[in-house]
Nanobody
Framework: VQLQASGGGMVRAGDSLRLSCTAP?????MGWYRQAPGKQRESVAT???????DYADSVKGRFTISRDNAKNILYLQMNSLKPEDTAVYYC???????????WGQGTQVTVSS
């Protein structure tokens, strides 16, 4: 069983989307990253078990990361979307038992102007 990211789609500027990442119990889902065509993967938002929530400057005030610990699902609420938010969004998780990182398959977000 792997990370399952969903919720992407094609929207217009100003619209909202909510991404979800369902993780198996042996993983701790803790971050969203994105990669636009021709660019490196970048951190969008992280929500560690201990520590502070962190957002990329470009999404502060528009995106909110949260986690349902009972269901082990990580969310990313994206409001006021902009064309520059267009990218494949990946969920990141860490193993609860070993020093491993896991990545979801990615979900495409496309924002038109």
């Amino acid at each position: 069983v792997q990370l399952q990211a969903s919720g992407g789609g094609m929207v217009r500027a100003g619209d909202s989307l909510r991404l979800s990442c369902t993780a198996p119990r042996n993983m701790f889902p803790m971050g969203w990253y994105r990669q636009a065509p021709g660019k490196q993967r970048e951190s969008v938002a992280t929500l560690p078990d201990v520590g502070t929530t962190d957002y990329a400057d470009s999404v502060k005030g528009r995106f909110t990361i949260s986690r349902d610990n009972a269901k082990n699902i990580l969310y990313l609420q994206m409001n006021s979307l902009k064309p520059e938010d267009t990218a494949v969004y990946y969920c990141h998780a860490q193993s609860r038992f070993f020093d491993n990182d896991f990545w979801g398959q990615g979900t495409q977000v496309t924002v038109s102007s």
